[in-house]
């Protein structure tokens, strides 16, 4: 037990107690802790005359300012709906053509779809729309379903391979894996195939191959992807003979696309996102297209 | 270690590990299905492992009678390695989460590795592995010189250790399987709980005997803070963790509040474990190394008292900040806004009276980086716990919120008050501890001092710009009244923030690796210093221990 003595440096006495050589000065707690005290309080106290404050059983202390967050949240998102009412009324309603030809609403929509769109979208097919890997480039003059906007509409509406039961049904069987083709027959219609869009490899060493591929291509293939090859809208068939490729173009992936089938999904929105939004969007992305060269 | 057991405590010891081995295969058994069993076997292989060591030393002599005239040290050197080594398994895992968020590929497509599981097994290793360990350590150290008595057992000390870190390990190996209740810095499930309460109600009575047998008159604050600390948490975590297990056989249970009182009890707890373990705990470190190593007395007792009652009245009431803006009523954000606010008096109080008791050991300040560990712990406590009650406004968290400003802000706390005055209090005990005439290296201490800084400062600024762009990005309104950013947007943007994080995490832990091995050389290679008045007073009498 020590004594109370005199610290040399802040002139303070010791309280008297030490602890394993700490001892502790006897200083008054200074002035402005207890002014900054003071004030945190008054503060805090003014806070609960105004606003919501503290239980009394079933209820609680409204505050003389009347505010509640959730009508606060209630008014602000009617302001919000009518700020935004004038454009997203036209862009629920109005005809295509008419929004088209519209600069102004225009955009609006390149404004407001870049965000729904790199919240929605973007997660498969690109902040850009360039898609990648296995899901397509929505910027190229190339679609699936149709590009257009009603037609982009549907395809977000109704999704492809989905549950929804208007779904747009797209399935590429597995020719080889299941056996619907013989191994030498999954190469020769991949080599016809490639030679569509690659002239250059039709020489007079695979000529026998592409054109045996070719035989292979009208019994089997071109029920959906056409005589010719340009594929179906109505079917969801690629154009086999463009350079655009979902799955890839090269020999290989055809190869792999054709021996074990391709059956991609794309969600339903219908559920998700309002009229006026997946309008947008389908502007927006049909105009994607329309901004490249 | 074991020799310092009688045979008596021996044979205890080994009925304890027994029963908790028996433990281990009912749920390797019952849980087979499931990722329960794993765990079971976990708590077998611990169990086993500390039965073989007491058997290897089952039949070694009886100890000396006068063990009971020292202090007990042996847990708290086990429980500064032990802390050491979370330290560095925590940071690491938290560099390697930091970088997943700029390279997502370095979750390298496994469950295990994937940030969901990595992230608690990251919170879990630094705040109960690291910060856990080093309250264990240091409290046990601290109760005992304040008090002049030796710990109140000989095997509960040891018990509360190994059965605090067998939580830690069933937590996080948990996360890496996929067990997760899903509360922040709450996410073990119901049987490493329930084992937790086993272990620190033990941790609790321990202190308590410790200190009733003080030969002091008076309590010191660092031991208040202690009691605080232990009492709390243990308070804290059992209201927050009662849960109905789907059955004996699965890890996975349901917590019994429902809704929105399931949020408020939650970050009730989330607030108060900021607010207990790793402000009450520390501050109870701070207390007793920053005035031993600066030789300096406290600036003002009064001061103590004062911050000590309004930390533990004010913080209970702050934990709805965290859920301002939802479902909460209004009413509750108001009071957590405003106790939040109120707080930040004895949080600087606090803080203050650290730095005035540096008054008149500034120069050592300068020279020695240990005791300018403390002083920059001091520092961060006072600017995180400012931060905190700016934050916990409600306009100004309707900015901050969800952002990476909050993660700047623990951090702030975390790395700057917690783990700073963590090292401070260790490069002070170490040598003490062992009885060696100092730290192996002083330079690599002050290598750590600055490692720790800029890191803790790249980290906070890096956190500080991405959270508020992000709050800034989110917020941003077109002419049109849209939304300006898409979510992928502002993760772009944080991009370069994302990388300047790993990198500060990366020099912080580095500075931890420099400090274990520093702590390693000091034992191996110091030489031995004579510590006069190192012992308890006449506690040898104490009878029945």
């Not at chain 1, 004594?3 to 040399?8: S, T």
């Not at chain 1, 056996?179 to 690659?198: I, K, P, T």
């Not at chain 2, 492992?49 to 042996?74: C, G, H, M, N, Q």
Request: charge should be negative; glycine fraction near 8%.
């Amino acid at each position: 037990m020590a004594e109370v003595e005199r610290d040399p440096v802040s002139g303070r006495e010791t309280t008297g107690h030490e602890w394993n050589g700490i001892k502790e000065l006897d200083t008054p707690v200074p002035r402005g802790v207890l002014m900054f005290l003071i004030v945190t309080h008054v503060w805090a106290i003014t806070w609960w005359f105004f606003v919501p404050a503290w239980p009394l059983g079933e209820t609680y202390t409204k505050g003389l300012l009347g505010v509640n967050q959730r009508t606060t949240v209630e008014e602000r998102v009617v302001e919000a709906q009518q700020e935004r009412s004038t454009w997203m009324s036209r862009l629920e309603n109005e005809p295509y053509e008419v929004i088209l030809a519209n600069e102004t609403l225009m955009e609006t929509v390149r404004d407001t779809g870049q965000q729904l769109f790199g919240d929605n979208c973007a997660a498969c097919h690109g902040r850009d729309g360039k898609g990648r890997a296995n899901y397509p480039d929505l910027t190229d003059d190339d679609w699936l379903w149709g590009g257009s906007p009603d037609l982009i509409e549907q395809t977000m509406r109704v999704g492809i391979n989905t549950a929804h039961p208007e779904s747009r049904i797209a399935q590429m069987p597995a020719f080889g894996r299941d056996q619907m083709l013989e191994r030498d027959q999954v190469r020769n219609v991949a080599a016809y195939v490639y030679s569509l869009s690659h002239p250059d490899y039709s020489t007079p060493e695979t000529l026998e191959r592409i054109e045996a591929g070719q035989e292979v291509f009208v019994t089997t293939c071109a029920a959906c992807h056409g005589e010719t090859a340009e594929g179906s809208q109505e079917m969801g068939a690629p154009n086999l003979t463009d350079p655009y490729w979902v799955y890839g173009g090269d020999l290989d992936t055809i190869i792999a696309s054709v021996h074990g089938g391709r059956q991609g999904h794309m969600p339903t929105w219908d559920e998700r996102l309002t009229t006026a939004e997946i309008r947008t969007l389908a502007v927006y992305v049909h105009d994607l297209g329309a901004q490249q060269p | 270690m074991i020799k310092n057991l009688t045979s008596g405590e021996r044979e205890i010891s080994i009925f304890i590990l027994v029963l908790v081995a028996i433990a281990g295969l009912a749920m390797a058994a019952l849980g087979r299905a499931d990722p329960l069993g794993t765990q079971g076997w976990i708590v077998i292989l611990l169990a086993g492992s500390l039965l073989w060591l007491i058997f290897r030393a089952a039949f070694e002599p009886e100890p000396v009678e006068e063990r009971l005239t020292s202090y007990y040290d042996d847990p708290i050197k086990i429980g500064i390695a032990l802390s050491m080594f979370w330290a560095v398994f925590g940071m690491f895992v938290g560099v390697w989460v930091a970088a997943q968020l700029a390279w997502p590929n370095l979750a390298f497509d496994a469950a295990w590795s994937s940030f969901g599981r990595l992230r608690p097994a990251h919170t879990t290793g630094v705040i109960f592995g690291f910060g856990g360990n080093a309250l264990i350590a240091t409290s046990f150290h601290v109760v005992q010189r304040t008090s002049r008595a030796r710990l109140a057992g000989q095997l509960s000390p040891w018990f509360v250790l190994f059965g605090y870190n067998l939580f830690c390990i069933l937590a996080i190996s948990g996360y890496l399987l996929g067990i997760t209740q899903s509360k922040e810095y709450g996410e073990a499930e119901w049987y490493a709980d329930i084992w937790l309460v086993i272990v620190w109600v033990t941790y609790f009575v321990l202190y308590i005997r410790t200190i009733a047998r003080r030969k002091e008159p008076h309590i010191y604050v660092a031991n208040w803070y202690f009691m605080a600390f232990i009492l709390v948490v243990a308070i804290l975590h059992i209201v927050n963790n009662l849960a109905v297990p789907v059955s004996w056989g699965h890890a996975k249970s349901y917590t019994i509040w429902p809704g929105v009182q399931d949020a408020m009890v939650q970050w009730w707890y989330g607030h108060n474990a900021v607010a207990f373990f790793l402000t009450a705990g520390f501050l109870g470190m701070l207390y007793y190394y920053l005035p031993i190593r600066a030789q300096r007395p406290i600036f003002s007792y009064r001061l103590s008292i004062l911050s000590f009652w309004g930390i533990t009245f004010f913080y209970m009431w702050a934990g709805s900040h965290h859920l301002h803006y939802t479902a909460l009523p209004h009413w509750v954000q108001t009071l957590g806004m405003t106790f939040s606010v109120m707080l930040l008096v004895p949080s600087w109080a606090s803080a203050g009276n650290a730095l005035l008791t540096l008054n008149g050991a500034w120069h050592r300040v300068r020279d020695d980086a240990t005791l300018r560990f403390m002083m920059a712990a001091a520092v961060f406590y006072g600017l995180s716990t400012f931060e905190g009650s700016f934050m916990a406004i409600r306009p100004v968290n309707s900015l901050s919120h969800y952002t990476d400003w909050t993660v700047g802000h623990v951090h702030a706390g975390a790395l700057g008050w917690v783990a700073l005055i963590t090292f401070g209090s260790l490069y002070t005990l170490v040598p003490n501890l062992w009885k060696r005439e100092r730290m192996y290296s002083a330079k690599l201490v002050e290598v750590h001092f600055w490692l720790a800084i800029a890191g803790t400062l790249i980290y906070v600024f890096a956190m500080w710009n991405s959270g508020i762009i992000q709050g800034l990005m989110w917020r941003t309104y077109t002419d049109e009244g849209a939304l300006a950013y898409s979510f992928t947007d502002s993760l772009v943007a944080m991009y370069p923030y994302y990388i300047a994080r790993a990198v500060g995490g990366l020099l912080f832990l580095m500075g931890a690796v420099i400090g274990c091995y520093n702590m390693w050389m000091t034992i191996k290679s110091v030489p031995l210093a004579a510590r006069a008045d190192d012992a308890p007073v006449a506690s040898a009498a104490v009878p029945g221990e």
